[in-house]
């Protein structure tokens, strides 16, 4: 396979610790330009604006969107109008809307584009989904907590409307479950919202599924100490846990063996795919728990959170 030219956009924290050395690893991309408002790139061609590179470097077929949700819509919109394959970080952006129509454009303009959960990529992620397959499930449990500070340290737009809160690591846990259980819905949900921020903190969300089990998840920002991003999902043939937010895998507190971290390498293994096939892959399935536990959510007001 030809290598393919990729610009990556928004040279943030995940930009810097996942997309720019998985492109560096990567036989099917090369990296020729990275377009960022502060940060820059060596070795590449480095524009501050979307537009401005698009006009500049027709030579560079696909574009990874690194920025966060709320500002992605436009930069995709931009980028497929001129032609160019896209890969949008999770979430895939700020409502379930805007991301139908960013797979319609795609459709129109007969590029790629891929909505990625990096989650799915997980080591154990495929495994758990292939031995939970003919069994009957009676029971998800779902706790994923983690010190904010730790993870998110000054990313103001986090807390902003579109910013997702404390949903934008628990959607990594919903990317999962949509991934390797039937359907499931929400029908209840707490919000937990710091006095002077916008975005929930904490959430307690309860799904339920036709097949007939039901799902509780608890998603925390306030946890110091160890950190939790654990499955249980409770079986006709024993309890399956995946831990460390799809990494490891146990049945019945036998530890299963697992395969190497590797998630954004396995993303761009697959974005390569699509883009060599001429297809898409946009499921808005985890948006769409979110955005439901919007729409149910009883808020309750928590104590102000300071950086
Ligand atoms: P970040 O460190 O804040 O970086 C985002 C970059 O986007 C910024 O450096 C900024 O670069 C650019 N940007 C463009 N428009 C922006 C705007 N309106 N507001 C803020 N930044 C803007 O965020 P991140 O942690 O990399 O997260 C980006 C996306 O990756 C999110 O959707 C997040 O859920 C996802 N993600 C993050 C992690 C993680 O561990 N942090 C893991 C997996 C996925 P310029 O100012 O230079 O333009």
Redesign the pocket.
């Known amino acids: 396979m030809n290598t393919m030219k990729i610009a990556v ?10 997309h720019l050395p998985s492109i560096a690893r990567s036989s099917a991309f090369e990296l020729a330009a990275a ?5 820059t790139v060596e070795g590449v061609d480095n524009f ?1 604006d979307l537009d401005a590179f698009l006009k500049a470097r027709e030579d560079v077929p696909a574009v990874a969107l ?7 819509y436009a ?1 995709a919109v931009a980028a497929i109008r001129a032609g160019r394959h896209v890969l949008l ?3 895939p952006g700020a409502t379930v809307g805007e991301v139908e129509a960013l797979a319609e454009l795609a459709r129109q303009n007969g590029v790629t584009l891929f909505a990625t959960w ?1 989650s799915r990529f997980a080591p154990a992620v495929e495994p758990a989904r292939r031995w939970l397959a003919g069994k009957t499930i009676r029971h998800v449990e779902i706790v994923w907590k983690e010190d904010v500070r730790r ?2 340290p ?5 807390w902003e409307a579109g910013g ?1 809160g404390v949903f ?2 628990g ?2 846990a919903l990317s999962i479950l949509t991934a390797i259980v039937p359907p499931v819905f929400v029908t209840r949900a707490t919000l937990e919202v710091p006095e002077n921020r916008r975005m929930p903190i904490g959430v307690a969300l309860s799904m339920e599924s036709l097949a007939g089990f039901a799902v509780e998840a608890v998603f925390d920002w306030r946890q110091e100490g160890p950190q939790t991003w654990e499955i249980r999902i409770d079986t006709d043939a024993g309890a399956l846990v995946l831990a460390d937010g799809g990494s490891r895998m146990s049945v019945d507190g036998d530890e299963r063996q697992g395969g190497l971290e590797a998630e954004y390498d396995g993303i761009y293994q697959h974005f390569a795919a699509l883009v060599e096939k001429g297809e898409s892959d946009v499921d808005v399935a985890p948006l769409k728990l979110v955005a439901d536990a919007f729409l149910v959510g009883r808020q309750v007001d928590v104590a102000p959170f300071h950086e």
């Open positions: 956009a928004g040279i943030g924290k995940i930009a810097r610790d996942q377009v960022s408002r502060h940060g501050t690194c920025v966060p949700p709320a500002p992605r930069m970080e999770k979430p990096h993870w998110h000054g990313q103001a737009w986090i997702f934008d690591p959607i990594n």
